[in-house]
T-cell receptor, first 113, second 114 residues
């Protein structure tokens, strides 16, 4: 069975640009969460989606948004990129919104120059 | 609000020696606790978890952790380190009413010397 897949694996953007990151959860999982991991730090929670609805939001500015599609895949969008947005963005999938065990993808490495 | 503190950002042990990585948490409700491992340029892999029941939890690759409520700790141990254990380790907590939102500690980089 395929695990959590994220695309792209790496990308480089310029300050002020927009970026879209994609995530496909494990088959049968209905919840997707997004995390930002800045180099040298632990992951920070950004969003959780379950059944296409936002179920949780971390302390991130409105430049960050996300959505979940009927097939449970998800997109994370970041507008007006700043140098500080450079990080590894991790997607995690879970069976349900209250399920404690999360399975992580390999991440997308975003570099803003 | 929940929080996690990992004491020691870097830990170095010799191959075959005991591994001890420390984690203390703060939670207003009974917590669910996790240890994840991250190899360079990779995502997070679950080592073990505590939800309810037995406080000594065994995970993959010979790791185990003990939940101590009185000490608000969930330290990770392995009796004998292997070179392949060198990686970044993260402790995380999830509160009962927070869905599967995880709060992570800052991580501990484990180095294993031959």
């Amino acid at each position: 069975d395929a695990g959590v897949t994220q695309s792209p694996t790496h990308l480089i953007k310029t300050r002020g640009q927009h970026v879209t990151l994609r995530c496909s959860p494990i088959s049968g999982h209905k919840s997707v969460s997004w995390y930002q991991q800045v180099l040298g730090q632990g992951p920070q929670f950004i969003f959780q989606y379950y059944e296409k609805e936002e179920r949780g939001r971390g302390n991130f500015p409105d430049r960050f948004s996300a959505r979940q599609f009927p097939n449970y895949s998800s997109e994370l969008n970041v507008n007006a990129l700043l140098l500080g947005d450079s990080a590894l963005y991790l997607c995690a999938s879970s069976l349900g919104s209250g399920t404690r065990e999360a399975f992580f993808g390999q991440g997308t490495r975003l570099t803003v120059v | 609000a929940q929080s996690v503190t990992q004491l020691g950002s870097h830990v170095s042990v010799s191959e075959g020696a005991l591994v001890l990585l420390r984690c203390n948490y703060s939670s207003s409700v009974p917590p669910y606790l996790f240890w994840y491992v991250q190899y360079p340029n990779q995502g997070l892999q679950l080592l073990l978890k505590y939800t309810t029941g037995a406080t000594l939890v065994k995970g993959i690759n010979g790791f185990e952790a003990e939940f101590k409520k009185s000490e608000t700790s969930f330290h990770l141990t392995k009796p004998s380190a292997h070179m392949s254990d060198a990686a970044e380790y993260f402790c995380a907590v999830s509160e009962g009413n927070a869905g599967n939102m995880l709060t992570f500690g800052g991580g501990t980089r484990l180095m294993v010397k031959p």
